[in-house]
């Protein structure tokens, strides 16, 4: 089964989309219902939402040292 998303950066942004894994809250909450194909769903849309919108991925810091 794939593992949860969930880095403990849990900020729900106006959509309920967390900031830190890219979950909409029903996904969430869904998550340990969902079956291994479900799961996989939930992880590409999530990836897919935070390669969207990168200035809220609070896992990548925002300014890079060099800057």
Do not use: Y
């Not at 909409?24 to 999530?46: C, F, G, N, P, Y």
């Amino acid at each position: 089964m794939p593992a949860s998303p969930c880095n403990r950066i849990c900020c729900l942004n106006h959509s309920d989309v967390c900031l830190g894994c890219g979950r909409t809250l029903q996904e969430i909450k869904d998550w340990h219902v969902a079956d291994r194909t479900q799961k996989l769903d939930i992880l590409l849309q999530a990836q897919q939402r935070l390669k969207a919108q990168p200035q809220f991925d609070l896992r990548r810091p925002a300014i890079t040292p060099s800057e």
